[in-house]
């Protein structure tokens, strides 16, 4: 396992690479609203602001409790009985597949989800006398309906979606609608997403029994991070499918009456879910497939073309072209504060600034490249301020006094230093940018945005 792992980070450095060398070969401009002048090292991500400067630190922290919803608001609810009607504000399951179907499909069936190399292949086939009929594409349609976490439910969606490539389908269509943690109540004018966290915990937890009180944000989990509308005869993405400049795709959009032929899985969601990974472990997964995945949600989703109504968020990734902003996950939050679980607490703070290093230099990052990197740290720690930070610490990071009344304000985004020094100090901006216990939408779409991302 070991080896695997190496080998797997090996390659990930390498990509990493020769995309940060080919973005400073290219001169790509780094704004999402375009550049006027890429000779001009301004306009890049000229949007956004940078994280590393007090006045925009400023600005993020005053916007970033926006979406933050009262608690007792869904308490009320479920003590007046009504928890059944968590999610009814959501349009989900077959409703949502059968108005889909009814918009865009020719044709419109069920099949089993592949257990063996035999209905592998007889799928396979089936696709094939499809698209030899008539030419019309062959789609997979899906609505999760996992009762289970938001960053869980998104990945073994798109699991299916990879699945459904390697089987053969042109492009999977898939509604990640209010689900699990993720509630909608029919009087309310948008989702909202509940998950345990720290921030308002003591300080000092209880191993053995850790407190970790619910807090509440508004998202969408298709709208904000995917762009999709939430209903189906409006703007949905397919997976896969190959997308132009312009927004639209080869399958949909420039046919606007062309009809398709759709498939959906039977069967239960658990069944489905444990089909799926079977599938991926046994005939795996080819990186054409991957590559048409992860193409095909990068142009739905840029944001000069995604919906009106999605709000701009502010990362703290502005500045000069010539500095590459690495985004890095540390969990803690859902699995305890004193789980090992993240990287800094596996290596230690000395070895993660060697590992830091690392990186650096396979990028090239630093002299005489001409670029340094930028570490911003998503995490969650128990308290609201600097002050509380300094108590209980990150991983890795050193907070500094900048006097009591700068310390005892609300923060969601610091800056910070490593607690080991790097040796590579020319390759890394002097501080590390912190955003703890934020607003789970920003945090998403921000390390959507690093140029890198470790996690």
Same mark, same amino acid.
């Given at each position: 396992?070991?080896?695997?792992?190496?080998?797997?980070?090996?390659?990930?450095?390498?990509?990493?690479?020769?995309?940060?060398?080919?973005? !400073?070969?290219?001169?790509?401009?780094?704004?999402?609203?375009?550049?006027?002048?890429?000779?001009?090292?301004?306009?890049?991500?000229?949007?956004?602001?940078?994280?590393?400067?007090?006045?925009?630190?400023?600005?993020?922290?005053?916007?970033?409790?926006?979406?933050? %919803?009262?608690?007792?608001?869904?308490?009320?609810?479920?003590? &007046?009985?009504?928890?059944?009607?968590?999610?009814?504000?959501?349009?989900?399951?077959?409703?949502?597949?059968?108005?889909? &179907?009814?918009?865009? +499909?020719?044709?419109?069936?069920?099949? &089993?989800?592949?257990?063996?190399?035999?209905?592998?292949?007889?799928?396979?086939?089936?696709?094939?006398?499809?698209?030899?009929?008539?030419?019309?594409?062959?789609?997979?349609? /899906?609505?999760?309906?996992?009762?289970?976490?938001?960053?869980?439910?998104?990945?073994?969606?798109?699991?299916?979606?990879?699945?459904?490539?390697?089987?053969?389908?042109?492009?999977?269509?898939?509604?990640?609608?209010?689900?699990?943690?993720?509630?909608?109540?029919?009087?309310?004018? /948008?989702?909202?997403?509940?998950?345990?966290?720290?921030?308002?915990?003591?300080?000092?937890?209880?191993?053995?029994?850790?407190?970790?009180?619910?807090?509440?944000?508004?998202?969408? !989990?298709?709208?904000?991070?995917?762009?999709?509308?939430?209903?189906?005869?409006?703007?949905?993405?397919?997976?896969?499918?190959?997308?132009?400049?312009?927004?639209?795709?080869?399958?949909?959009?420039?046919?606007?009456?062309?009809?398709? /032929?759709?498939?959906?899985?039977?069967?239960? %969601?658990? /069944?489905?879910?444990?089909?799926?990974?079977?599938?991926?472990?046994?005939?795996?997964?080819?990186?054409?497939?991957?590559?048409?995945?992860?193409?095909?949600?990068?142009?739905?989703?840029?944001?000069?073309?995604?919906?009106?109504?999605?709000?701009?968020?502010?990362?703290?990734?502005?500045?000069?072209?010539?500095?590459?902003?690495?985004?890095?996950?540390?969990?803690?939050?859902?699995?305890?504060?004193?789980?090992?679980?993240?990287?800094?607490?596996?290596?230690?703070?000395?070895?993660?600034?060697?590992?830091?290093?690392? !990186?650096?230099?396979?990028?090239?990052?630093?002299?005489?490249?001409?670029?340094?990197?930028?570490?911003?740290?998503?995490?969650?720690?128990?308290?609201?301020?600097?002050?509380?930070?300094?108590?209980?610490?990150?991983?890795?990071?050193?907070?500094?006094?900048?006097?009591?009344?700068?310390?005892?304000?609300?923060?969601?985004?610091?800056?910070?230093?490593?607690?080991?020094?790097?040796? +590579?100090?020319?390759?890394?901006?002097?501080?590390?940018?912190?955003?703890?216990?934020?607003?789970?939408?920003?945090?998403?779409?921000?390390?959507?945005?690093?140029?890198?991302?470790?996690?």
């Amino acid at each position: 396992m070991g080896r695997i792992l190496r080998c797997l980070r090996y390659t990930l450095i390498v990509a990493s690479s020769r995309a940060f060398a080919e973005d !400073l070969e290219g001169g790509h401009c780094y704004s999402s609203r375009g550049c006027t002048s890429l000779s001009d090292e301004h306009q890049a991500r000229l949007e956004d602001c940078s994280a590393f400067n007090s006045t925009c630190l400023f600005q993020i922290n005053r916007s970033s409790a926006d979406d933050q %919803v009262d608690l007792q608001k869904l308490i009320d609810m479920v003590e &007046a009985g009504e928890r059944e009607q968590l999610h009814d504000g959501a349009l989900r399951d077959r409703a949502w597949m059968d108005r889909f &179907a009814a918009a865009y +499909c020719k044709s419109w069936d069920a099949t &089993a989800f592949p257990r063996t190399t035999e209905e592998f292949e007889r799928l396979q086939k089936r696709i094939d006398r499809l698209r030899r009929d008539d030419t019309s594409g062959v789609l997979m349609v /899906h609505s999760d309906a996992l009762e289970d976490g938001v960053g869980a439910r998104f990945k073994k969606a798109v699991e299916l979606v990879a699945a459904s490539l390697r089987v053969g389908f042109d492009a999977a269509v898939l509604a990640l609608p209010p689900a699990g943690s993720l509630v909608h109540p029919a009087q309310w004018e /948008h989702p909202v997403w509940c998950h345990e966290s720290p921030a308002d915990g003591p300080e000092q937890q209880d191993v053995s029994m850790p407190d970790y009180p619910m807090m509440c944000w508004r998202f969408d !989990l298709q709208r904000d991070l995917l762009a999709q509308s939430r209903e189906p005869e409006g703007r949905v993405l397919f997976w896969g499918a190959e997308y132009f400049a312009n927004g639209s795709t080869m399958i949909s959009a420039s046919h606007p009456s062309r009809k398709f /032929h759709c498939l959906r899985f039977e069967g239960e %969601v658990g /069944h489905l879910e444990g089909s799926v990974w079977n599938l991926i472990r046994k005939e795996g997964l080819r990186r054409t497939d991957l590559q048409r995945l992860f193409a095909s949600a990068r142009a739905f989703a840029a944001v000069d073309q995604v919906l009106p109504e999605r709000r701009e968020v502010l990362c703290g990734f502005g500045g000069p072209y010539n500095v590459k902003h690495v985004a890095m996950h540390v969990r803690r939050g859902d699995v305890g504060l004193d789980a090992k679980y993240d990287l800094v607490q596996q290596l230690g703070s000395a070895a993660f600034s060697e590992w830091l290093c690392s !990186l650096a230099s396979a990028v090239e990052a630093g002299t005489p490249s001409g670029f340094q990197l930028a570490l911003h740290i998503f995490t969650e720690a128990a308290g609201r301020s600097r002050s509380s930070l300094m108590r209980v610490g990150v991983d890795g990071l050193h907070f500094e006094s900048l006097g009591e009344a700068e310390d005892d304000k609300p923060v969601f985004h610091t800056l910070a230093s490593l607690s080991s020094p790097l040796t +590579c100090a020319d390759a890394f901006l002097k501080h590390v940018h912190v955003v703890v216990n934020n607003n789970p939408r920003d945090a998403l779409l921000c390390m959507a945005r690093a140029d890198a991302l470790i996690t």
